[in-house]
């Protein structure tokens, strides 16, 4: 098994050129990205009436017109208005007036904004040669803002990005993102199938004529804890369905890693979990959301990531020659060969942006602090470490997701920790889920070992067939929680096996998989990072039991 | 040297009549031994660097080539400095000597059948024209080669080798024109029992022609050019002209399932056949009548069309025969993109108004077409051309990198021909098509005929390649032609081909519910160890993308050996199956051994 991560680039920040010369300048700088196979740009409205004269809408029109005996021209009328309500209008005067005022927001809230040249140099290349989709981790609002911003700063193409349609319920805001290239998609749409051939067919138009890259989340929504959600696949499947059916030679799937120091929403993530309901999405909300701008939200690392050929991934696990036999433009449902491909790529792509996702020290801290406040909850204990004792941990925990490799972001001075005054219950609670939330960000490295470690931990022996048992038992159990890429147990299980033998912590011989002696601190590190979601299970199942008792 | 090798293998024979030597010394003579067609037509490049084409058969003979040197240097990156030339001679000491059967052999000769073991006549039917086929033989490499040659005068000698075959367990390999790029024509080298070519040159003779049901029975060896030119003596033709037609014979494109440039107006060659007769180890496959449809359960013609010399040998056929054409038109069209240009193809095709013949050819053919154009005779052609040139590029405001052609051949009375020439530039004049005069037409055809002997030249220096063909529904010509032109572009890049390929595409045939498309290949080879196996690779990868985009396996080629692994997936299990009980059935002891298609 291979965990060598590849060499990863060096950052730079782009923050820094901002605070030397002008706002404006910069806003109305020359921008003239290159385009797909040079391809000539077309209108946004050139495009919706490709999408509605397409023969899939057409079809699928006339189907919906026979089943509920409603006119065509009725239902023509629908496919219109749903479109117009779905699609960008990216106006690059918009953009620009973007580009301003997000200097500027930048500048306040974020020490820094780096971002790694070389990705940037490869998309650029990936994008003249395929059609490219932007695949972001999303943790904030700010991402896709964020994104476009960079692409503009680096001359790149905009992409369209699909959005909520919360985002649309905001006055002007939703105008103004729409402008900036936001497609908005109702959250469920089941079984409207008008709603889905428009959607799908305005997608691939996109694509297909190398309009703008495509980008999307393939986690669905933000993730309130920092921890990677499980992929949805609705629109991954849309993008992929141009290449199987042999209407693009290949297309590049781009994952991008965006980390944040702070995130903005990491308090009302923390209340909305403990039951305060999410704020609506409305203008008015945003400016009072304003006095996010007097906090100090540290710094974003964006990596984008190696732009993955769709081709080189479906080589010999796609027969594209299934779709030979059905006009193409007749909507199909995809075979289960299809699927579990989407599925696996899907998974492996947001392991990818796992794996770029820079780690500060804080990431660590909280991390071990967690572990010791649950610890310290028993009668009897005292609250709180001592300082040497944290730094000495934290050191240890560096090096150890250092060989894990982890992408740690270690400044060379270390600053010492605000301590907070407990306040009440809520308030203290939202600080462990924020910190919760910090520690996530770690959990994708610590992930198999600690899986590991609980499996002996929970094993009647330790045999290796038991610890796999038992390994394989948990992380079926938590295939929800975490990005575990489905049916890879067998490497998931070598891949710690190789981790905790390489940092000592465990001797595996023919037959048996042994603690070592200065592995027991590896062991009971991981077992505890595992704990919270352990504890969290139980008083679930318990709580399920006792009811239906 | 060939002559006399010849009339000493002949010789040696000894029981030959007089006719038959001559006709035998003609073809050995008059054909290359390791390229295409005739030996007195050749091009190269003259002192001046100037490519020429040498004697007297096409067109395009004895002239000079100005552009091509260009053409081909920036094409390819190949140089005239760098020569790669073949193997001039044949060497026979390197040639195994056959494996006979002697009873075999011994009842042979009572039948007065004529034969040969000389290492010249196996090698020579010992394979088809594909790339690594033709370049094995220019470095003088020989595989396993028929053991002997026969040559069957009519019908009833075929009937006594196949038996004689049978009796002694000897495998057969029907040979006709040698043209197959299948791998059809080699031998299996994993053959123990000895191999006899059956080559059926010498049943070519029109038997009868029926003028009042206008049909035509001939002997299966007959040659394309010849079947047509004894035909066109009495005021017919078949008009079934495939590229291959000079040479490939009518026993070729029945097992083949081959299909000719003009099948517009007069079909493919399952359109073309009323009756067939094919000798198999069971005995004599033939209908009882010549009605003109039957519906008689599954048409057995088509077991025997395709079969590939797998169940047995064609030895006549009936075939439609048509008036000649009173009048003849040639006529091009240049669209200012191949996605118009295949619209009006399609359009056409929806029209059901195609002409004889309707092909389009993209950008760099319509380049490659324009470096073949030979120098002018005189000052006011040039001036017209560049007019032209001036015209349709900056006029019409055409990019001359997008640019593509559309050839057109128009049969028939006069009149209907100059109505249907209207109908069909009406229809191209809807999508930007522009007419472009009936010379680029004809040299458009003209250069079908020669194409393979500039496989040739590029041969001489580092190039090699080789055109394949598909069959596709129309909504997806324009997405295969894009995907399998990159794809090969990627492959070479990929296999380490030093310098950018040739990967360029056309559209040969029309018909209702799709499109023949033909891929050209080539690339300049200098820097590798393996080019023809870097060629296979990237071939092999061409042909799983044009799978992958719902292309078939072929439109006419046939799948010989080159194909057969993707059988299976092209027919299904059951399909194979059903002709693999065919195949037991008539052939239980594999005697027609050549392990083609199945």
């Given at each position: 098994i291979v965990i060598s991560r590849d060499k990863r680039d060096d950052f730079e920040d782009i923050l820094e050129e901002r605070r030397n010369s002008s706002d404006l300048r910069y806003a109305l700088k020359c921008y003239t990205p290159v385009v797909y196979k040079g391809i000539s740009p077309c209108k946004a409205d050139a495009?919706?009436?490709?999408?509605?004269?397409?023969?899939?809408?057409?079809?699928?029109?006339?189907?919906?017109?026979?089943?509920?005996?409603?006119?065509?021209?009725?239902?023509?009328?629908?496919?219109?208005?749903?479109?117009?309500?779905?699609?960008?209008?990216?106006?690059?005067?918009?953009?620009?007036?973007?580009?301003?005022?997000?200097?500027?927001?930048?500048?306040?809230?974020?020490?820094?904004?780096?971002?790694?040249?070389?990705?940037?140099?490869?998309?650029?290349?990936?994008?003249?040669?395929?059609?490219?989709v932007l695949l972001p981790s999303h943790r904030s609002y700010m991402d896709f803002l964020l994104m476009s911003y960079l692409l503009y700063t680096y001359d790149l193409a905009l992409p369209v990005i699909a959005a909520g349609m919360d985002f649309m319920g905001m006055k002007f805001v939703g105008e103004m993102l729409r402008m900036s290239g936001a497609f908005f998609i109702r959250r469920s749409f089941g079984g409207d199938k008008l709603y889905w051939a428009v959607f799908s067919e305005y997608v691939k138009t996109m694509l297909k004529n190398g309009y703008a890259p495509v980008e999307f989340f393939l986690e669905g929504t933000r993730s309130r804890t920092s921890k990677s959600l499980t992929p949805k696949l609705g629109l991954l499947n849309i993008v992929m369905d141009p290449f199987f059916k042999g209407e693009v030679f290949d297309m590049s799937l781009v994952p991008v890693s965006i980390s944040y120091e702070r995130i903005l929403e990491e308090s009302l993530y923390a209340r909305e979990m403990l039951g305060v309901p999410k704020p609506k999405e409305s203008t008015s909300g945003l400016f009072k959301a304003r006095k996010v701008?007097?906090?100090?939200?540290?710094?974003?690392?964006?990596?984008?990531g190696q732009p993955v050929s769709l081709r080189s991934l479906a080589e010999g696990r796609v027969n594209r020659s299934q779709f030979s036999l059905v006009p193409r433009h007749i909507p199909k449902r995809p075979s289960e060969e299809i699927q579990n491909f989407v599925n696996d790529s899907a998974y492996m792509l947001v392991r990818a942006q796992e794996e770029n996702m820079v780690l500060k020290p804080w990431v660590l801290l909280a991390s071990l602090l967690l572990q010791n406040h649950h610890q310290?909850?028993?009668?009897?204990?005292?609250?709180?470490?001592?300082?040497?004792?944290?730094?000495?941990?934290?050191?240890?925990?560096?090096?150890?997701?250092?060989?894990?490799?982890?992408?740690?972001?270690?400044?060379?001075?270390?600053?010492?920790?605000?301590?907070?005054?407990?306040?009440?219950l809520l308030s203290r609670a939202v600080i462990v889920l924020s910190c919760a939330s910090y520690r996530n960000q770690a959990l994708h490295v610590f992930l198999r070992p600690a899986l590991l470690a609980l499996a002996i931990?929970?094993?009647?022996?330790?045999?290796?067939?038991?610890?796999?048992?038992?390994?394989?038992?948990?992380?079926?159990?938590?295939?929800?929680?975490?990005?575990?890429?489905?049916?890879?147990?067998?490497?998931?299980?070598?891949?710690?096996?190789?981790?905790?033998?390489?940092?000592?912590?465990?001797?595996?011989?023919?037959?048996?998989?042994?603690?070592?002696?200065r592995g027991h601190r590896t062991i009971v590190f991981l077992t505890s990072m595992l704990d919270p979601f352990l504890q969290g299970y139980q008083v679930r199942a318990t709580h399920s039991w006792s009811k239906s008792l | 040297m060939t002559k006399c090798v010849t009339l000493i293998s002949v010789l040696t024979l000894n029981l030959l009549a007089t006719p038959f030597w001559q006709i035998l010394i003609l073809i050995m003579e008059i054909m290359k031994w390791n390229g295409w067609g005739y030996s007195d037509s050749r091009f190269f490049f003259n002192k001046k660097g100037q490519a020429e084409f040498?004697?007297?058969?096409?067109?395009?003979?004895?002239?000079?080539?100005?552009?091509?040197?260009?053409?081909?240097?920036?094409?390819?990156?190949?140089?005239?400095?760098?020569?790669?030339?073949?193997?001039?001679?044949?060497?026979?000491?390197?040639v195994h000597p056959p494996t006979l059967n002697e009873t075999f052999v011994e009842e042979l000769k009572s039948t007065g059948i004529p034969f040969s073991h000389d290492a010249e006549d196996r090698v020579f039917r010992a394979h088809g024209h594909c790339l690594h086929e033709i370049f094995a033989l220019r470095e003088g490499k020989f595989g396993r080669v028929p053991d002997m040659v026969?040559?069957?005068?009519?019908?009833?000698?075929?009937?006594?080798?196949?038996?004689?075959?049978?009796?002694?367990?000897?495998?057969?390999?029907?040979?006709?024109?040698?043209?197959?790029?299948?791998?059809?024509?080699?031998?299996p080298p994993e053959?123990?029992?000895?191999?006899?070519?059956?080559?059926?040159?010498?049943?070519?003779?029109?038997?009868?022609?029926?003028?009042?049901?206008?049909?035509?029975?001939?002997?299966?060896?007959?040659?394309?050019?010849?079947?047509?030119?004894?035909?066109?003596?009495?005021?017919?033709?078949?008009?079934?002209?495939?590229?291959?037609?000079?040479?490939?014979?009518?026993?070729?494109?029945?097992?083949?399932?081959?299909?000719?440039?003009?099948?517009?107006?007069?079909?493919?060659?399952?359109?073309?056949?009323?009756?067939?007769?094919?000798?198999?180890?069971?005995?004599?496959?033939?209908?009882?009548?010549?009605?003109?449809?039957?519906?008689?359960?599954?048409?057995?013609?088509?077991?025997?069309?395709?079969?590939e010399g797998t169940l047995g040998v064609v030895t006549e056929v009936t075939m439609k025969i048509r008036p000649m054409p009173e009048y003849q038109k040639y006529g091009s069209v240049v669209f200012p993109n191949f996605e118009q240009g295949v619209a009006c193809l399609r359009e056409v095709a929806r029209q059901r108004c195609a002409p004889a013949s309707i092909r389009l050819m993209d950008n760099e053919q319509?380049?490659?077409?324009?470096?073949?154009?030979?120098?002018?005779?005189?000052?006011?052609?040039?001036?017209?051309?560049?007019?032209?040139?001036?015209?349709?590029?900056?006029?019409?405001?055409?990019?001359?990198?997008?640019?593509?052609?559309?050839?057109?051949?128009?049969?028939?009375?006069?009149?209907?021909?100059?109505?249907?020439?209207?109908?069909?530039?009406?229809?191209?004049?809807?999508?930007?098509?522009?007419?472009?005069?009936?010379?680029?037409?004809?040299?458009?055809?003209?250069?079908?005929?020669?194409?393979?002997?500039?496989?040739?030249?590029?041969?001489?220096?580092?190039?090699?390649?080789?055109?394949?063909?598909?069959?596709?529904?129309?909504?997806?010509?324009?997405?295969?032609?894009?995907?399998?032109?990159?794809?090969?572009?990627?492959?070479?890049?990929?296999?380490?081909?030093?310098?950018?390929?040739?990967?360029?595409?056309?559209?040969?045939?029309?018909?209702?519910?799709?499109?023949?498309?033909?891929?050209?290949?080539?690339?300049?080879?200098?820097?590798?160890?393996?080019?023809?196996?870097?060629?296979?690779?990237?071939?092999?990868?061409?042909?799983?993308e044009i799978l992958a985009n719902g292309g078939s396996l072929s439109h006419h080629h046939g799948v010989g050996k080159l194909r057969k692994e993707w059988m299976r997936e092209t027919v299904s299990s059951v399909g194979l199956g059903m002709l693999k009980s065919v195949k037991d059935f008539v052939d239980p002891n594999n005697i027609f051994g050549n392990r083609n298609l199945l």
């Open positions: 495009l919706t009436n490709m999408v509605l004269q397409s023969s899939h809408l057409h079809y699928v029109i006339s189907q919906v017109s026979k089943e509920t005996g409603r006119a065509v021209d009725d239902v023509q009328d629908e496919a219109s208005a749903i479109l117009e309500e779905m699609a960008q209008r990216l106006q690059l005067s918009t953009i620009r007036f973007f580009a301003f005022t997000l200097s500027k927001v930048f500048k306040t809230l974020f020490r820094s904004i780096c971002v790694n040249e070389e990705g940037i140099q490869r998309l650029q290349q990936a994008i003249q040669e395929h059609p490219v701008l007097s906090q100090n939200y540290g710094s974003i690392h964006v990596y984008f310290s909850q028993a009668p009897g204990q005292k609250p709180g470490m001592a300082l040497d004792e944290l730094t000495e941990r934290v050191v240890w925990l560096r090096d150890l997701s250092r060989q894990y490799g982890a992408f740690l972001h270690w400044p060379g001075t270390s600053r010492s920790a605000d301590t907070t005054p407990e306040e009440e931990h929970a094993a009647a022996s330790t045999k290796k067939q038991e610890v796999f048992y038992s390994f394989s038992f948990l992380r079926n159990m938590f295939s929800n929680e975490f990005i575990l890429v489905p049916g890879a147990t067998v490497q998931d299980f070598e891949e710690a096996c190789y981790l905790l033998v390489k940092t000592g912590a465990l001797q595996i011989t023919q037959q048996e998989v042994l603690v070592t002696e | 040498t004697g007297k058969r096409y067109k395009l003979s004895g002239l000079i080539i100005p552009a091509l040197k260009d053409w081909f240097e920036s094409t390819f990156g190949a140089s005239l400095q760098h020569k790669t030339p073949a193997t001039p001679i044949l060497n026979s000491s390197a026969i040559w069957p005068n009519c019908h009833n000698d075929v009937v006594k080798v196949v038996e004689l075959a049978s009796k002694h367990n000897v495998c057969l390999i029907p040979y006709g024109g040698g043209t197959s790029v299948s791998s059809a024509l080699e031998c053959e123990t029992r000895s191999i006899v070519s059956l080559d059926t040159s010498q049943m070519n003779h029109i038997l009868w022609i029926d003028e009042k049901n206008l049909t035509a029975h001939v002997e299966a060896g007959i040659v394309g050019q010849d079947l047509e030119r004894l035909l066109n003596e009495s005021g017919y033709c078949t008009g079934h002209e495939p590229d291959s037609m000079e040479f490939s014979s009518l026993g070729g494109w029945v097992a083949t399932r081959a299909s000719g440039m003009k099948k517009n107006i007069y079909g493919n060659i399952e359109d073309l056949v009323v009756h067939i007769k094919m000798v198999t180890p069971r005995g004599v496959i033939e209908k009882s009548c010549q009605g003109p449809r039957m519906s008689t359960g599954p048409d057995i013609h088509h077991f025997i069309m395709g079969s319509f380049k490659f077409g324009h470096a073949l154009k030979p120098q002018v005779s005189s000052i006011f052609t040039s001036f017209l051309d560049g007019l032209k040139k001036f015209y349709i590029t900056k006029f019409k405001g055409f990019d001359p990198n997008r640019l593509c052609v559309a050839t057109l051949l128009f049969e028939g009375d006069r009149e209907r021909v100059l109505q249907h020439e209207k109908q069909v530039y009406d229809i191209a004049a809807k999508f930007g098509g522009l007419a472009a005069g009936e010379d680029n037409g004809q040299r458009g055809y003209m250069l079908t005929f020669v194409i393979a002997y500039l496989r040739d030249l590029g041969m001489d220096y580092y190039v090699i390649g080789e055109s394949f063909e598909t069959s596709v529904p129309w909504d997806r010509v324009l997405d295969i032609c894009q995907n399998v032109k990159e794809r090969i572009v990627r492959e070479c890049k990929d296999k380490g081909v030093q310098f950018p390929p040739l990967s360029t595409c056309r559209v040969t045939q029309t018909y209702d519910a799709g499109a023949c498309v033909y891929f050209y290949f080539a690339f300049n080879y200098r820097g590798l160890s393996d080019p023809v196996h870097v060629y296979e690779q990237v071939e092999h990868a061409a042909r799983e």
